[in-house]
C-alpha cells in the first residue's frame, strides 16, 4: 500500500542522487533541511514553468500541506517539474500511473551554472575570512541584570507544526493550566504530540478481524499479533515503523518523551500493563501507526469487570487519531453494553468513524442486504447522528474471496470497497496537518468552555458559610449550571463536556480553590484563534496562490 506521494531519492538513477542533494542545498537557503515556499519560487523560477504549472507541482510534492519540502519532496518535485516541461498535465495520478519515474530526465533549469558559481565563490570567500587572525574583540560586560525580553527562548517557526507549538506554549497552555484543563478534559499537551504520525484506530467486538485486518494492510505479521477465535489480543497493541522487529511494554512507552503516550499514566499501571508497542520497519507504517484493541465483551464476559477504564482509554485514543474503524461480522451484529459505552465515548469524533463489515463472504448474497441494513438501523440508534456513517463492505483478510457464496457481482463490490477503503488510508498522511490544526481549534474551544464553567462554579460559592453544601448542590445541579454558562456567553450546546464526566472528576475537588475568570486568558485564546492561526496558515500555503 503506497500511502505517500512523495519519491524516495533511493528510487533514482545513481548519477542523478548527486544532483539531486547538490540542487536542494542550494534551494535551501538557510541551510535547516527544508526548501521554504520563499526558496521554492527563487529555485523554480529557472525551469520557465508559468505560474499555473509551479502551483500544481507544489501542491503535489506537498501533498501533506507541510508548507515546505524535505529532500523526498523536493525530488518529486523537481521529477514533476521535468514532466510538466515534456508536455504532461500535472495532476496527483500522474505518479500513480504508467509512468516509470525513475527514467525521468532531469529538468532543464536555465542560469543553475551561474547560481552554482556565486555559492562557490561566496564559499570560498568564507574559507578565506576564517583563516584570517584578527584581533580579539573586547566586548561590554554583561549586566548583572536580565530582562524577561531577552531571556525569553525564542522558537524558530519553520512548518506549521512548529507554529502550532510555539501558540500553545504562549497562548492556549496557561489558560489549561489555571483551569485544570487537563484534569478534566485531557492532558497538557507535549511536543512528540505534535510531531506525532497519524494514528488509525481498530475497534470491534472479539474475533471480529481487527489483527487479521492489520496483517492484511501491512502484509506480513507483526511482532506480538496473535489470532484466534475467541479474544486473542487482550491489550492495545500500537503497531509503529522503528529500526527493526520489537514489542516494548507500556510502562516503557509511557515515560518516552519522543513518544506520543506520556497521557496515558493516568490510566494506572492496571492499564499499562495491557498495553505494548509492536515494531518493525515498514513502508506503511512510515506514513501511519496502527492502534489494535483488545475485543469488545459481549454476554457474560462483560460482567467479569476490566481492571482499568477501557472506555476512557478508548477515549484518549479516539481524541489523538485521524480516523477509527468500527468492525463487524455478519454473525454477531448485536452491540452489547459495552460496545454501546465505547461507542458513545467517541462523541466529539464522528467525523473520524468508518465501518467496516468484515468476513461478508460468510453469506450469500440476499443476506448481506438483510445484514447491511439490521447494521445501519443497529448503528443509527447508537450514534445518534443525522449523516450516514461510511460503511466499507469485504472480507479484509489474505484468503480468496468466496465466490460461491457471494458470486462475481459480489467479488467486484468487495474488490471496489477495499480499494476505496485502502484510497481512504491512503489519504490520511495527506490531511494529517489540517487535522492537527481542526483537533487544536477544537481543543482551544474545549478549553475556553472549562475556563467559563469552572470560574462559574467558584462564582456561585459563598464567601464564608456553608461551602460543602453549596458545593454538593452545584454537583447535583450541574446541568443547569452548564446552561447558565452557555446563555451567558452564548456557547454553543454541543461544545460542553459530558455533564456526567464532568461530575465524576468535580467530585475529587474543592471548588473554593478554582480560580476566577481571567478575561485577558480567554482574550489571548480568542485572539490566537481569530488571528494568529490563520496568518499561520496564510505564511505555510502554496507559494503560488494568489
Not at 536542494?24 to 527544508?34: C, L
Not at 510534492?61 to 523536493?74: H, M, N, T, V
Not at 463487524?328 to 459505552?341: A, T, V
Request: include cysteine; hydrophobic fraction near 40%; aromatic fraction near 8%.
Amino acid at each position: 500500500m503506497e500511502t505517500s506521494s512523495a519519491i524516495s531519492i533511493g528510487s533514482c538513477l545513481k548519477e542523478h542522487q548527486k544532483i539531486y542533494k547538490e540542487w536542494f542545498n542550494i534551494a535551501d537557503s538557510d541551510g535547516d533541511g527544508r526548501v521554504s515556499g520563499n526558496d521554492a519560487t527563487k529555485f523554480f523560477a529557472m525551469s520557465k514553468l508559468s505560474r499555473q504549472e509551479l502551483k500544481q507541482v507544489w501542491a503535489v510534492a506537498d501533498s501533506k500541506r507541510q508548507g515546505f519540502l524535505g529532500l523526498s519532496e523536493f525530488i518529486t518535485a523537481m521529477k514533476l517539474v521535468s514532466l510538466a516541461q515534456e508536455g504532461h498535465e500535472i495532476t496527483s495520478d500522474l505518479l500513480k500511473g504508467s509512468i516509470d519515474m525513475k527514467s525521468v530526465e532531469l529538468p532543464v533549469l536555465e542560469g543553475l551554472e551561474n547560481v552554482v558559481s556565486k555559492q562557490k565563490v561566496s564559499k570560498t570567500n568564507v574559507d578565506v575570512e576564517d583563516n584570517v587572525v584578527t584581533k580579539p574583540q573586547v566586548t561590554a560586560k554583561t549586566p548583572w541584570f536580565k530582562s524577561k525580553s531577552i531571556i525569553k527562548p525564542q522558537v524558530n517557526v519553520v512548518t506549521i507544526v512548529d507554529g502550532l507549538k510555539r501558540l500553545y506554549a504562549e497562548k492556549l497552555k496557561p489558560l489549561e493550566v489555571t483551569y485544570r484543563f487537563n484534569d478534566f478534559a485531557s492532558p497538557v499537551l507535549t511536543s512528540s504530540d505534535f510531531d506525532a504520525k497519524p494514528m488509525v484506530m481498530l475497534l470491534g467486538q472479539y474475533s471480529t478481524g481487527k489483527t487479521t485486518f492489520i496483517k492484511h494492510l501491512l502484509g506480513c505479521d507483526y511482532p506480538g499479533a496473535h489470532i484466534g477465535p475467541e479474544p486473542t489480543t487482550d491489550r492495545f497493541v500500537v503497531a509503529m515503523s522503528g529500526p527493526d522487529e520489537r514489542t516494548i511494554p507500556g510502562n516503557t512507552m509511557a515515560v518516552q518523551a519522543d513518544m506520543p503516550f506520556n497521557g496515558l499514566t493516568s490510566f494506572g499501571g492496571a492499564f499499562l500493563s495491557k498495553f505494548e508497542c509492536s515494531q518493525m520497519p515498514h513502508p506503511v507504517l512510515d506514513q501511519i501507526t496502527l492502534v489494535d484493541t483488545p475485543g469488545v465483551l459481549s454476554g457474560e464476559k462483560q460482567r467479569m469487570q476490566r481492571s482499568y477504564d477501557f472506555t476512557g482509554v478508548i477515549s484518549w485514543f479516539a481524541s489523538k487519531c485521524d480516523m477509527i474503524l468500527l468492525l463487524f461480522d455478519p454473525h454477531k451484529l448485536d452491540i452489547s453494553d459495552e460496545f454501546k459505552r465505547v461507542i458513545t465515548s467517541l462523541r466529539g469524533n464522528e467525523d473520524k468513524i468508518r465501518v467496516v463489515l468484515n468476513k461478508a463472504d460468510q453469506v450469500d448474497t440476499q443476506q448481506l442486504m438483510r445484514v447491511y441494513g439490521a447494521l445501519m438501523w443497529s448503528l443509527g440508534k447508537v450514534l445518534n447522528t443525522p449523516e450516514v456513517v461510511r460503511v466499507y463492505i469485504g472480507s479484509f483478510n489474505d484468503k480468496p474471496i468466496n465466490e460461491v457464496a457471494v458470486g462475481p457481482i459480489g467479488k467486484e463490490l468487495f474488490e471496489k470497497e477495499q480499494n476505496d477503503l485502502l484510497a481512504d488510508l491512503m489519504d490520511i498522511p495527506k490531511k494529517a496537518c489540517d487535522r492537527k490544526i481542526n483537533e487544536f481549534v477544537k481543543r482551544a474551544r474545549a478549553a475556553k468552555i472549562n475556563a467559563y464553567i469552572m470560574s462559574h462554579l467558584k462564582k456561585e460559592m459563598p464567601a464564608m458559610m456553608g461551602k460543602s453544601k453549596a458545593q454538593q448542590r452545584l454537583m447535583d445541579n450541574l446541568e443547569e449550571e452548564f446552561g447558565k454558562v452557555q446563555r451567558e456567553f452564548h456557547l454553543p450546546a454541543g461544545d460542553f463536556p459530558s455533564v456526567e464526566h464532568f461530575r465524576e472528576v468535580l467530585g475529587g475537588y474543592n471548588i473554593d480553590k478554582f480560580e476566577k475568570l481571567k478575561p485577558k486568558m480567554i482574550q489571548a485564546v480568542d485572539d490566537m484563534l481569530g488571528y494568529d492561526i490563520p496568518d499561520l496558515l496564510k505564511k505555510f500555503r502554496n507559494p503560488y496562490d494568489n
